[in-house]
């Protein structure tokens, strides 16, 4: 019998990627499309932090990137049995009654609150603060206790909230709102939405202990706006191994494929490229690239983790307790001293990390607080700092000092974890850090006093996308077998070399110090 392929489809916040795969793990093809619209600014403006993108954006990647990695691979287009889909989170659009985006309407074409609302799009910020008002005030149970303990303006419903508040036009036409994982899923195949369990539990508050998004007398309570919006979404969600449907007969003529083609339940990109990197209970997977996103998965969590971004049944992988944490700045920080340096003559980054790894450990100590706190225990308002300047302190010292910050604040991550009884014995590291930076891993690895793997392919995320894909459609019995037959391996690791607990208990009695001092 022929061996069939896989399509994984990995939207990022600039560009959409298409990766072709074989069901035994075989990377034949891949292909990204940039968002035009998107690179040329449009319905933006980075000064108040609002990142809109249109719709077409999308449609016009998937049909230029799957062709491509059709055309290059010169496969047979019935051999292509699944695809799997990942997008950004929360990344939600206003939707008429037929789950049409409102901007791929007429009258709403150039309007951005009727586009996609980016996830880093931050212009909620007040609806946030209303929600995390109400959640806290008593009269209902606390619907952010398995969000991290609030309510981020990078989330679904305070978004929609302020979609609804600024934009009567919006607010006229709008019948639901949908994530984009949702909605592209239902347009490939015509079918009806089905839910994210990922995108659901981890942005728009849904959980199995109150029966799934909270009631409309809890949105009632934050704005009566939400409530005609609240009526027309969803009780059940679903997991990424789940079929929606194949491919309406418009798509498979759009992108040469067969109406034979399955697609799969669409989930968000860090959670799916844990498991493109193979994560099981025990191994945390963590995403290093600008920020950080910490995924971990486990059987039975039977009680709340305080502090970290979201707990959720089957989100990662079905049956498991999906978790995630991470940093708002790791990388950025990295960039932002450079930039930095770059003011009073020509420096690198490379030329940074050799000069800080000739170093022993000096006076200077570092918060990695830059961009505030995700995790553990978020909190927007903290700021960075860096600790013991003196006249004889030099740009790598300090450098060495940002990095030691970053790689103690994911030490802080683990720790939270396990005080709450989940073991974490290693960590597999996906993301452009993760493959180009030596020295960054190995202070992880001193820092956080467990071996760190990182994974052979830099398409994890789409990689894992496939996987999906090949679970839903039976090409693979389930996800963990699509997993073990098609998982990446490992191409470095690193072991720890050296204690840092005196250092690290160090950081954390600045980060105390400086916490308390930033919120009084």
Known sequence: MAEKFLIGLDFGSDSVRAVLVSSSGNMVATAVHPYARWKEGRYSDPAISMFRQHPLDYLEGVEDTVRSVL??????????????????????????????????????????DAMFLLWKDHTSLAEADRINEICKRGDFPDYTRYSGGRCSPEWFWSKLLHILRVNPKVRGAIHSFMEHCDWITAELTGCAVKPSRCAAGHKALWHGEWGGLPPEEFFAAVDPLLVPVRRNLYTETYTADTPVGKLSAKWAEKLGLTTETVVAVGAIDCHVGAVGAGIKPGNMVKVVGTSTCDILVAPGVDHCIPGICGQVEGSVLPGLTGLEAGQCAFGDIYAWFT????????????????????????????????????????????TGSIYGLNLGTTPPMVFRALVESTAFGARAIIDRYEREGLKVESVTAVGGIARKSSFVMQFLADAMNMPIRVAASDQAVALGAAMFGAAASGVHKDIFAAMDAMKPGFDAEYLPRRDCTERYQKYLRLAAASEKEIMS
């Open 339 to 382: 930039r930095f340096l770059s003011y009073a003559g020509k420096v690198s980054l490379p030329d940074l990390e050799r000069e800080a790894a000739a170093l022993p450990d000096s006076h200077v100590m570092a918060l990695d607080w830059m961009n505030g706190r995700r995790t553990p225990d978020a909190n927007e308002l903290l």
């Open 71 to 112: 055309a290059e691979s010169g496969i047979e287009p019935a051999l292509v049995a699944g695809i799997g889909v990942d997008c950004t989170g929360s990344t939600p659009c206003a939707v008429d009654a037929n789950g049409t985006p409102l901007a791929l309407l007429p009258e709403f074409a150039e309007d951005p």
